[in-house]
């Protein structure tokens, strides 16, 4: 079973910077997709960055230009290197990884950004 467990997260003061790691086992890490989802209080989790097998990057509009997703294949780990945080961007942050059609998810890392 894939095993993906982010690490990270806490609190920071708007403008300031936090970078995600989410570690991944149990998988072939290169030829998955991974992402970064945002679930902010009381919403439903959103899209934030995925990375290809590739390394092809995309960003959601609201985060392009400060954040930067990346991947290390040689040490099976994603990060998110998240900088300008806005008080918006505090919530849940989850690892995700995909691979025809099948998603797994890490178990959410907190983020509180105060204003």
């Known amino acids: 079973q894939v095993r993906l467990v982010e690490s990270g997260g806490g609190l920071v003061q708007a403008g300031g910077s936090l970078r995600f790691s989410c570690a991944a086992s149990?998988?072939?890490?290169?030829?998955?997709?991974m992402a970064w989802y945002h679930q902010a209080p009381g919403k439903q989790r959103e899209l934030v960055a995925t990375?290809?097998?590739?390394?092809?990057?995309n960003y959601t509009d609201s985060v392009k230009g400060r954040f930067t997703i990346s991947r290390d294949n040689a040490k099976n780990t994603q990060y998110l290197q998240m900088n300008c945080l806005k008080p918006e961007d505090t919530g849940l942050y989850y690892c995700?990884?995909?691979?025809?059609?099948?998603?797994?998810w890490g178990q959410g890392t907190q983020v509180t950004v105060s204003s």
């Open positions: 995700n990884a995909e691979l025809e059609y099948r998603d797994y």
């Open positions: 149990r998988m072939t890490f290169n030829i998955y997709s």
């Open positions: 990375i290809s097998s590739g390394g092809n990057t």
